[in-house]
Nanobody, 121 residues
C-alpha cells in the first residue's frame, strides 16, 4: 500500500502565500514524478506543477512566476510554495505521484485526499 498525505491548505487573502506539503509512505520502491493538481467546482482537474525525480519542473501558465514546486527525495515529500495568490487559485489541491511499489510490477499513479485552498478577494 502507498499513501499520500497532504497538509497546508487554508484560507488566505489575495496576494497572500500558502505552502502545501505532501508525504508519500508505504511500500515504495521508487518515486518517479510528483506533482500537484487542482480542481475547482464544476471544472476539470488540471495539472498545476510537476517535478521529475531529477530537477525538471513544469507549471501551468497561470501559476508561472508565483508557484514553486520542490521535492525531497530522501523524505519522499513534495511541496508547493504558492505566492501572490489570486481568487482564481481557489480549488481543492491534490498531490499526485507516479510510484513503483515493492508489491507490484510497473509504476502507478497515486493521489492524496485533497486539501482546500481558498483565496478571498
Amino acid at each position: 500500500q502507498v499513501q499520500l498525505v497532504e497538509s497546508g491548505g487554508g484560507l488566505v487573502q489575495t496576494g497572500g502565500s500558502l505552502r502545501l506539503s505532501c508525504a508519500a509512505s508505504g511500500s515504495i520502491s521508487r518515486i518517479h514524478s510528483m506533482g500537484w493538481y487542482r480542481q475547482a467546482p464544476g471544472k476539470q482537474r488540471e495539472l498545476v506543477a510537476r517535478i521529475t525525480s531529477g530537477v525538471n519542473t513544469n507549471y501551468v501558465d497561470s501559476v508561472k512566476g508565483r508557484f514553486t514546486i520542490s521535492r525531497d527525495n530522501a523524505k519522499n515529500t513534495v511541496d508547493l510554495q504558492m505566492n501572490s495568490l489570486k481568487p482564481e487559485d481557489t480549488s481543492v489541491y491534490y498531490c499526485n505521484a507516479l510510484i513503483t511499489s515493492t508489491l507490484a510490477m510497473g509504476a502507478t499513479q497515486h493521489w492524496g485526499q485533497g486539501t482546500q485552498v481558498t483565496v478571498s478577494s
